[in-house]
């Protein structure tokens, strides 16, 4: 479940992932952003990431990175991930 709050400068992100097993766990992954320059286009954003299962495994993480907004529905990200390292890829939007 996503559940995004934005405006025209802000964005407010946070996801929800819940295991089907208790052993599967759960997740809390979160993010905030803004949008910078005229058109909006570039937003700059950090980030968490939690993780915890019933066997006592607790992953805490951390992130923050950049995306670029090329069209209505495709935009290119870069980010570092505490757990992953660096990364990047295209998004899409719908």
């Not at 996503?2 to 089907?20: H, W």
């Not at 980030?47 to 209505?72: Q, V």
């Amino acid at each position: 479940m996503v559940l995004p709050l934005a405006n025209t400068r802000y964005r407010f992100s946070t996801e929800f992932r819940l295991g089907l097993k208790a052993d599967h766990g759960n997740e809390v992954e979160a993010y905030f952003g803004r949008y910078i320059g005229k058109t909006q286009w570039f937003m700059p954003f950090i980030g968490f990431d939690y993780h915890y299962n019933r066997m006592g495994n607790t992953d805490k993480e951390y992130m923050a990175g950049l995306r670029y907004i090329m069209t209505k529905y495709f935009s290119l990200s870069t980010h570092y991930d505490s757990d992953m390292g660096y990364g990047g890829g295209i998004n899409l939007t719908y």
